[in-house]
């Protein structure tokens, strides 16, 4: 079965640079989430999109933005980018709808140095 | 990997044992609850879920309780095998957005 893509698997980028994340959703999945974790932590909720419009807002710097294309992926994009931002990001699908568990995909390893 | 274990709670249990792995929830208000495995450079795997208007729910190997008084939540997993060695996470959610919130995980090592 197809599962959530994501682009791409490792990412290298030196403080203040930008970084952009994509995310490929389940096909006829409507909704896409974001999420970081960081070592040894859980995942956190960033934002998500239902329908290309922001559905929900998490833990999310102002230096981040994302958004879902008529299409149903999902980008996410860094800026101005932090030491504290190296983290792994998972998008995860699912279809809207009281328990639809979140499906994710293997996630981007981002590194900041 | 990601999870190096430093901040993790570990299980260690024996191949073929049965487990059991706890998580405390946050919100009274959650009403679904999902289990998720991470194995070492993937993300979270679904396993089983239950909504709060049940308190057991069975899959293959698995069975999850909800105990909603004191918002407790256990994945037992039985004949536990070497494949089963990750990091286990609860999540929970409310309302109809299904955002989860996780909590933190457990490291279940299997030795054989």
Known sequence: AAGVIQSPRHLIKEKRETATLKCYPIP???????????????????ISFYEKMQSD??????????????DYHSELNMSSLELGDSALYFCASSLMGEGSPLHFGNGTRLTVT | ???????????????????????????????????????????????????????????????????????????????TQPGDSAVYFCAESSGGYNKLIFGAGTRLAVHP
């Open chain 1, 28 to 46: 006829r999945h409507d909704t896409v989430y974001w999420y970081q974790q960081g070592p040894g932590q859980d995942p956190q909720f960033l």
């Open chain 1, 57 to 70: 807002k998490g833990s999310i710097p102002d230096r981040f933005s994302a958004q879902q294309f008529s």
């Open chain 2, 1 to 79: 990997g990601e999870n190096v274990g430093l901040h993790l709670p570990t299980l260690s249990v024996q191949e073929g044992d049965n487990s059991i792995i706890n998580c405390a929830y946050s919100n009274s208000a959650s009403d679904y609850f999902i289990w998720y495995k991470q194995e070492s450079g993937k993300g979270p795997q679904f396993i089983i879920d239950i909504r709060s208007n049940m308190d057991k729910r069975q899959g293959q190997r698995v069975t999850v309780l909800l105990n909603k008084t004191v918002k407790h939540l256990s994945l037992q997993i039985a004949a």
